[in-house]
């Protein structure tokens, strides 16, 4: 089965980073573009990022742009999210996702509270 375990998320200070990671597996990760989302409290889940198959291309959203930066292992079949300059608005749960199949598959999030 598809399996996709986000780690890395905690409280930390505005100004400060923090690298996520997203375990997959029971997929060929290599063969599949691999995406972040955020969804902030009371707010609709928003992209974030993408990573091509082997790293060779990103996007980001405006949002994101500068301080954010998406990278993968295929080595490991994990994919990352460093994230710096935390600003409070930055607060939410961060998702990884691929799609597969014509179907979205979510790993459970992990939280990132951005707080003094």
């Known amino acids: 089965q598809v399996q996709l375990v986000e780690s890395g998320g905690g409280l930390v200070q505005p100004g400060g980073s923090l690298r996520l990671s997203c375990a997959a597996s029971g997929f060929t990760f290599s063969s599949y573009a691999m995406s972040w989302y955020r969804q902030a409290l009371g707010k609709e889940r928003e992209l974030v990022a993408t990573?091509?198959?082997?790293?060779?291309?990103?996007n980001y959203a405006d949002s994101a742009k500068g301080r954010f930066t998406i990278s993968r292992d295929n080595s490991i079949n994990t994919v990352y999210l460093q994230i710096n300059s935390l600003k409070p608005e930055d607060t939410a749960v961060y998702y990884c996702?691929?799609?597969?199949?014509?179907?979205?598959?979510w790993g459970q999030g992990t939280q990132v509270t951005v707080s003094s």
């Open positions: 990573i091509g198959k082997t790293g060779g291309w990103t």
């Open positions: 996702n691929v799609g597969l199949r014509g179907m979205d598959y």
